[in-house]
């Protein structure tokens, strides 16, 4: 038995490893792409009509789209605009998220009841339409949009980290730290902060591609990125408009891009569970 | 179980309340006159201040909220400038559309998902992992981009399917209204075909749609299957002399599959989201497009409505599932009661 079940271990080990390498790896290319993109934005916009709908080639690795701009610089700079917003909206997000954590585990109990029961109604709303009813209250753009998925996202942080930062209330480190006389806000920020770290890193990465999909989608229907700008979610709209006369590469480059981005962040967001050892439900 | 019922419900209408509140809010926050956008740019003063009144903007935001929610409860949602009718009336026409395409997907994505998730459970090792690498491709994908792909794939160069063209070729006449589903309806009225091009119709879209769920559900029920086949049941139904796949397919499915059902609002939520995403791209007159319609000419009583009807949706569909599945299985209602 045991010569058979050893090999077996090994191997499943480094495949854990192979995940984590391919992730990083691919989240690195997205982070160099994005940053070669944040010096060519002015190049992504020059029209060019003279160039305009060529197939993809050694020039134009993704063609061009029907103003002749370079699809393929337009998704670099776009993979800056979706890591920067999503990156921003879990940051955001997650600290509102904890703050309202800390407040249930360590508050009342009825102010524990009263942030539970909005964060259901919150909840209860289809994130991509709050995100866009938010959107269009503030009004259409890239910021607003952001704006409306932090509100979206925040009770899903919070919700999750409430339940560990109940749990810390009844360690000994939290007791030890009430006894010696410490006030709620240093225990909230010395102690039970440090203890829902880990469990506030997996959820953000698990959030993050959930973030890049709802930015997408609302720019996608018209109330997130404006065009010109290049967001994966507007250029795929703008691709559309191309796909039933042949130009595939316009709208089918940025999805690509997008899946990848997310399926790399998956892929790390699975592998960081698996070595925090946090079982916690998908969200 | 009454009192776990009544918990439940209570809770329910909790949530209810504050969810109407914080969608009158956003509501109230919506920039432009819709008393001006009802009567046009070129109506005069008189004009705008009588549909003011007509609409109640005049009055104090407290009764504003009650008339809001009570025009909501009596199924009064308003007017639609844009589509020239009730809202309710627009939406009514246009949901046995979406109900047909969400139909579909559903089915669709709950084939695939028991069918992998089986498999995938049963022999781990490379299956598995193919399987898990297929949901999560499948979760990273947005729905509008895979239409699109599928378009270009299946309709422009294949040439099998059809394009963006709604439920039925233009020259065919729809069925008589049954059920309002074309599919159902043709086979009933004995419309061969009709059932075939309201059938080839529904593949592009219905993939599109199912993508999301079918993904999320694959994962789930994987994840479930694997906890159950850890159950001592196994053990004493293999001794029994049960084979090992059909003791999967027979004993450990059964048991996996009602906590799957715990989770259909996600699936429902994402069957939503995902309509009003793809229904647009294949021109597909549901709700999902009255919605992209209503956002693009600021049609806010549809998006209004629309937003807080999803989510009456989502929180009643939960409820009913977890009654349902407290009175089927009461170990999971003793797990949701205690969270």
């Not at chain 2, 997907?105 to 898990?132: D, M, P, Q």
């Not at chain 2, 007159?285 to 956002?295: D, E, N």
């Amino acid at each position: 038995m045991t010569t058979l079940t050893r090999p077996k271990r090994v191997l499943a080990r480094r495949s854990v490893d192979g995940q984590l390498v391919l992730a990083l790896v691919m989240i690195a290319g997205f982070v160099v792409i994005a940053v070669v993109g944040l010096f060519m934005q002015t190049q992504a916009n020059t029209v060019n009509v003279a160039d305009s709908l060529q197939p993809p080639s050694a020039e134009h690795l993704f063609g061009t789209d029907a103003q002749g701009r370079s699809v393929a610089l337009r998704v670099a700079v776009g993979s800056g605009i979706a890591i920067v917003s999503a990156t921003v909206a879990v940051l955001v997000g997650g600290a509102l998220g904890l703050i309202v954590a800390i407040a249930c585990g360590l508050g009342p109990r009825w102010l524990d009841a009263v942030l539970m029961r909005l964060a259901d109604s919150v909840l209860a709303f289809p994130q991509l339409l709050l995100a866009l009813a938010v959107t269009m209250a503030l009004g259409t753009g890239l910021i607003t949009a952001n704006i409306g998925i932090i509100v979206t996202v925040v009770p899903v942080f919070a919700r999750t980290l409430r339940a560990e930062a109940l749990r810390s209330r009844n360690e000994p480190f939290v007791e030890a730290a009430r006894t010696i006389g410490l006030s709620l806000p240093r225990i909230a920020v010395r102690h039970v902060t440090p203890y829902l770290s880990t469990t506030l890193i997996v959820q953000m990465a698990a959030n993050f591609g959930n973030v890049v999909l709802i930015l997408a989608g609302l720019s996608f229907i018209g109330v997130g990125a404006q065009p010109p700008t290049a967001e994966w979610g507007a250029m795929i709209t703008d691709g559309l408009q191309n796909a039933l006369t042949g130009q595939w590469w316009i709208g089918v480059a940025p999805g690509l891009a997008l899946v990848l981005l997310v399926i790399a962040v998956n892929l790390l967001t699975d592998q960081l569970r698996h070595r925090f050892g946090a079982r916690q439900r998908m969200s | 179980m009454p009192t776990y019922i009544l918990r439940q419900v209570l809770g329910v209408l909790q949530t209810l309340l504050l969810s109407s509140i914080i969608s009158f809010a956003v509501l109230r926050l919506l920039p432009g006159d819709p008393a001006r956008l009802i009567v046009g740019p070129l109506a005069g003063q008189a004009a705008l201040d009588a549909v003011r009144e007509q609409l109640g903007l005049n009055d104090p935001v407290i009764v504003q909220y009650f008339d809001y929610v009570g025009g909501f409860l009596t199924g009064n949602w308003g007017y639609s400038y844009s589509n020239g009718a009730d809202v309710t009336a627009v939406l009514a026409a246009r949901l046995p559309a979406t109900i047909e395409l969400a139909l579909y997907a559903f089915l669709f994505a709950l084939v695939v998902a028991i069918v992998v998730a089986t498999i995938a459970s049963y022999r781990r090792g490379i299956v598995g992992a193919l399987a898990k690498f297929f949901s999560l491709i499948g979760l990273g994908t947005p729905p509008f981009w895979l239409a699109l792909v599928l378009l270009l794939v299946f309709s422009v160069n294949l040439k099998v399917l059809p394009g963006p063209s709604g439920r039925l070729t233009s020259f065919l006449q729809p069925p008589p209204t049954i059920t309002g589903l074309y599919t159902v309806d043709a086979l009933l009225s004995g419309n061969v075909v009709a059932f075939s091009d309201a059938l080839a119709h529904l593949v592009l879209p219905a993939i599109a749609l199912a993508v999301i769920p079918c993904a999320f559900l694959t994962r789930l029920l994987t994840a479930n299957l694997e906890d159950a086949a850890r159950g001592a049941f196994v053990t004493v139904v293999r001794s029994k002399g049960v084979s090992r796949w059909s003791t999967h397919t027979r004993h450990v499915l059964h048991n996996a599959l009602l906590p799957t059902v715990s989770s259909s609002g996600v699936v429902l939520a994402a069957l939503i989201t995902g309509s009003v995403l793809v229904e647009e791209i294949f021109d597909w007159p549901g709700v999902g497009q009255v919605l992209v319609q209503g956002i693009q000419r600021q049609d806010f009583a549809v998006v209004q409505t629309f937003i807080l009807l999803s989510a009456v949706i989502y929180v009643l569909v939960n409820l009913l599932v977890d009654v349902v599945v407290g009175f089927v299985d009461p170990r999971l209602r003793l797990q949701r009661a205690g969270s």
